[in-house]
T-cell receptor, first 116, second 116 residues
Framework: AQKITQTQPGMFVQEKEAVTLDCTYD???????LFWYKQPSSGEMIFLIY??????QNATEGRYSLNFQKARKSANLVISASQLGDSAMYFCAMRELNSGNTPLVFGKGTRLSVIA | NAGVMQNPRHLVRRRGQEARLRCSPM?????VYWYRQLPEEGLKFMVY????????ESGMPKERFSAEFPKEGPSILRIQQVVRGDSAAYFC??????????????FGSGTQLSVL
């Protein structure tokens, strides 16, 4: 069963505008973590932001924020004031925490293109 | 403080040859995860190891693929008798033992395997 769903294969955003990248997840665990990674064309995986299932506040890291809606099982990434350097693939990932050191499970990603 | 080191960065093999991909975790990390990324896809978990022990190999193909993480030296992902479908980017990530809930995985830059 697909645990992480990213429904937007590609997104375009104008420079300096905000953009939301969607992510929904499926788990029966009560304790889990949600992660977003960025993969630029060079290929490396860059960690952006983390949200724990018990965190009451939405996570923020600079221009990145996570719109966490637990009842809907969604963890959308919001990038404010987009920059040309934000053009990349973005992956949502989840780790279930009730079973020890479980690996991250990734979605298929969203390709973001920032237009000048 | 070096990050996760993977080599080679690019590897070209002919069908039927063997591919060996190496991963040195971050200093102080004793756990290694291998992921495979097909073009335009997310990362798919393959195997999770700690030194001298395979913890979870649920994502490993049953044949031709093996992984090890010896007491000394890097973790090795070995693909025997490669086929064109093995062409992909292979990423290694590392973590300390007793992963905390918000602990991100640190990824290497990946090895791009091309099978001719």
């Amino acid at each position: 069963a697909q645990k992480i769903t990213q429904t937007q294969p590609g997104m375009f955003v104008q420079e300096k505008e905000a953009v939301t990248l969607d992510c929904t997840y499926d788990t029966s665990d009560q304790s889990y973590g949600l992660f977003w990674y960025k993969q630029p064309s060079s290929g490396e995986m860059i960690f952006l932001i983390y949200q724990g299932s018990y965190d009451e506040q939405n996570a923020t890291e600079g221009r990145y924020s996570l719109n966490f809606q637990k009842a809907r099982k969604s963890a959308n990434l919001v990038i404010s004031a987009s920059q040309l350097g934000d053009s990349a693939m973005y992956f949502c990932a989840m780790r279930e925490l009730n079973s020890g050191n479980t690996p991250l499970v990734f979605g298929k990603g969203t390709r973001l293109s920032v237009i000048a | 403080n070096a990050g996760v080191m993977q080599n080679p960065r690019h590897l070209v093999r002919r069908r039927g040859q063997e591919a060996r991909l190496r991963c040195s975790p971050m200093k102080g990390h004793s756990h290694v995860y291998w992921y495979r990324q097909l073009p335009e896809e997310g990362l798919k978990f393959m195997v999770y190891l700690q030194k001298e022990n395979i913890i979870d190999e649920s994502g490993m193909p049953k044949e031709r693929f093996s992984a090890e993480f010896p007491k000394e030296g890097p973790s090795i992902l070995r693909i025997q008798q490669v086929v064109r479908g093995d062409s992909a980017a292979y990423f290694c990530a590392s973590s300390p033992p007793n992963l905390r809930s918000n602990e991100k995985l640190f990824f290497g830059s990946g090895t791009q395997l091309s099978v001719l």
